[in-house]
């Protein structure tokens, strides 16, 4: 079983920078694509940004041009970097990873961390 642990969430002012971080632990695995999501208040949970192992990346239009994903292979972590942060942007985020284990795939998720963008 893999485990993810985030780091790095707040409060922030709009227009402001936050950089989560997520590590992921266990043994016996491969990871092969780690995202971020958010549920916003009221809203349903929803992709933010996604990347492989091999270093592709998907944005969810939302954010393009703000928000900018990361990954340490080595080190089995990915990083959100956002950028000119919205009221809109305030939600809990989650980390995902895909990863495989004993020629089977599963899905892990993080404890979530809250994001508040507020004057």
């Given at each position: 079983q893999v485990q993810l642990v985030e780091s790095g969430g707040g409060l922030v002012q709009p227009g402001g920078s936050l950089r989560l971080s997520c590590a992921a632990s266990g043994s016996r695995f491969v990871i092969y694509a780690m995202g971020w999501y958010r549920q916003g208040p009221g809203k349903q949970r929803e992709l933010v940004t996604v990347i492989t192992s091999g270093g592709s990346t998907n944005y969810a239009d939302s954010v393009k041009g703000r928000f900018s994903i990361s990954r340490d292979n080595a080190e089995n972590t990915v990083y959100l970097q956002m950028n000119s942060l919205k009221p809109e942007d305030t939600a809990v985020y989650?980390?995902?990873?895909?990863?495989?284990?004993?020629?089977?795939?599963?899905?892990?998720?993080?404890?979530?961390?809250?994001?508040?963008?507020?004057s």
């Open positions: 989650y980390c995902n990873a895909n990863y495989i284990r004993g020629g089977l795939v599963y899905d892990a998720w993080g404890q979530g961390t809250q994001v508040t963008v507020s």
